[in-house]
Nanobody
């Protein structure tokens, strides 16, 4: 059973940094790409970025490009989101995500989320 558990959220001042973690279990982590999403109050869920299964490739949403970095440690079944130069508009609940495609159908798996508040 796929399980994703995010941690590391909290309150940070504008311009500060924070690192989120996503621990995965119930599947062979090193075989699957992963994503980070976020959802701010009253807004739709937004893709933050994507990392391939062997961390050779990452891409990012325009709003975080150059400030956020996704990485993973397949030996620890963990994905990370390093967030620098944080802005109030980065305030959101952050979710990790993976997915499976079988028989033409996509199944999404989500963690419970971890809240990040950027405020002075």
């Amino acid at each position: 059973q796929v399980a994703l558990v995010e941690s590391g959220g909290g309150l940070v001042q504008p311009g500060g940094s924070l690192t989120l973690s996503c621990f995965a279990s119930g599947f062979t982590f090193r075989k699957y790409d992963m994503r980070w999403y976020r959802q701010a109050p009253g807004k739709e869920r937004e893709l933050v970025g994507h990392i391939d299964k062997i961390a050779n490739f990452t891409n990012y949403g325009d709003s975080v490009k150059g400030r956020f970095t996704i990485s993973r440690d397949n030996a620890k079944n963990t994905m990370y989101l390093q967030m620098n130069s944080l802005k109030p508009e980065d305030t959101a609940t952050y979710y990790c995500n993976t997915w499976r495609i079988s028989d033409g159908r996509t199944s999404e798996f989500w963690g419970q989320g971890t809240q990040v508040i950027v405020s002075s």
